[in-house]
Nanobody, 124 residues
């Protein structure tokens, strides 16, 4: 089982940067594909980025964040990160980290474990 806690959200001006962290409990973090999703008010949850288990050699990004966001993981620290640069007002949402036994993917139903979310607000 995996317990996930996000941190690093906050208020930032458009064009700014934030780094989100997702701390995982347990010794099996390395075995999970990890992902970031987000949900804006009145909208459905959407995929942001994902990284493969173990070395994290492969990543996947939503088109809307490609080139601006970078996902990474540090297995020694049981932590995943999302570096967000060139933030836009439309990036405003609650960001969730998630863990999956399955391979790399963007479908939220593939992820079994979820954090509580952290709010990111980008002002114009």
């Amino acid at each position: 089982q995996l317990q996930l806690v996000e941190s690093g959200g906050g208020l930032v001006q458009a064009g700014g940067s934030l780094r989100l962290s997702c701390a995982a409990s347990g010794r099996t973090f390395i075995m999970y594909t990890m992902g970031w999703f987000r949900q804006a008010p009145g909208k459905e949850r959407e995929f942001v980025a994902a990284i493969t288990r173990s070395s994290g050699s492969r990543t996947l990004y939503a088109d809307s964040v490609k080139g601006r966001f970078t996902i990474s993981r540090d297995n020694a620290k049981n932590t995943m990160y999302l570096q967000m640069n060139s933030l836009k007002p439309e990036d405003t949402a609650v960001y969730y980290c998630a863990g999956a036994r399955a391979g790399l993917g963007s479908t939220d139903t593939s992820y079994e474990y979820w954090g509580q979310g952290t709010q990111v607000t980008v002002s114009s």
